[in-house]
């Protein structure tokens, strides 16, 4: 397989045009925070090493249209947050995913307590990264949200109450596109090479060894991740963090599963996991 010769099919220049929803045949689907770098990350090599791509970098391995242009066997797989719900109310969410209903969706989730204190961060320490139409509209023109988390948690734009209903959005849709899975941040935690081979078999990639999750799973343990991003490995502003000394600033933050009750009061949580009960679809089972 690593002596095989490949041809780059379609060329390189036209993928704009090749990749779209249409005629992807997978979508990654997440809100943001959820840690979709990570499943990316993990499928990316997993990919690489299945097809005989070692010459690819860690970068291009992230990069799934590039993959896919490189051998005919490696499915187009389009990596979205889908409708931006980070900057968005409820209410402004769309709730027709009908442009899905021919493609395979993998649908990514966490904890929404989780999700909410990550997402606080993002746009207090690393806003940089999106638009300035994005955040005069998030942060009534601020450079970065300027509240606290205690503020963030009740803010109508791309918060708490955004997550519930983008993920119920999609657990009322979930039966309409050509197949779901549900794959959880926690469950990935619990047992990544598992949740790894759930998501390839998704894709019609099978027999993958042992061996290549294995390492897959290694390679993007969350120490080597956050170190990676550190010494500036990735080539993308989206994976870098402006102050290196501020560990709350990096895309890779923490990592961890109910890290939210090192942030927000018992009072705090106990309003996010009764919202949460009320108002969030079963499927997810938090």
Same mark, same amino acid.
């Given at each position: 397989m690593k002596n095989q010769i490949i041809k780059i099919f379609p060329p390189l220049r036209t993928l704009k045009d090749w990749y779209t929803v249409n005629s992807a045949d997978a979508c990654l689907i997440s809100f943001p925070k959820c840690g979709r770098t990570w499943l990316r990350l993990m499928l990316g090599y997993s990919l690489v090493r299945q097809f005989g791509l070692e010459n690819i970098s860690l970068d291009k391995a992230m990069e799934f249209k590039y =993959?896919?242009?490189?051998?005919?066997?490696?499915?187009?797989?389009?990596?979205?947050?889908?409708?931006?719900? /980070?900057? $968005?109310?409820?209410?402004?969410?769309?709730?027709?995913?009908?442009k899905y209903k021919k493609t395979k969706v993998i649908f990514l989730a966490r904890d929404p307590r989780d999700v909410v204190v990550s997402s606080y961060f993002e746009k207090k320490k690393r806003a940089f990264i999106y638009s300035a139409e994005q955040r005069q509209k998030a942060f009534k023109g601020l450079e970065y949200y300027g509240g606290e988390l205690s503020d963030y948690i009740y803010e109508p734009i791309g918060s708490f109450d955004t997550i519930i209903k983008f993920y119920n959005i999609w657990a009322e849709n979930r039966q309409k596109v050509e197949d779901f899975l549900l794959v959880r941040y926690e469950d990935i935690h619990a047992n990544p090479q598992k949740e790894l081979r759930r998501t390839?078999?998704? =894709?019609?990639?099978?027999?993958?060894?042992?061996?290549?999750?294995?390492?897959?799973?290694?390679?993007?343990? /969350?120490? $080597?991740?956050?170190?990676?991003?550190?010494s500036g490995t990735f080539d993308s502003y989206r994976l870098k963090t402006l102050d290196k000394k501020d560990k709350e600033s990096y895309k890779t933050r923490k990592g961890k599963v109910g890290g939210y009750v090192e942030y927000l009061t018992q009072a705090e949580i106990e309003y996010l996991t009764n919202r949460m009960k009320i108002n969030l679809s079963d499927i997810y089972g938090y």
């Open positions: =993959l896919a242009a490189h051998h005919p066997e490696i499915p187009k797989i389009i990596v979205t947050h889908d409708d931006e719900p /980070f900057w $968005k109310t409820p209410d402004e969410l769309v709730t027709s995913k009908v390839l078999e998704l =894709l019609g990639i099978l027999g993958v060894s042992n061996e290549i999750l294995d390492e897959a799973v290694e390679l993007a343990a /969350f120490d $080597k991740l956050h170190q990676m991003e550190k």
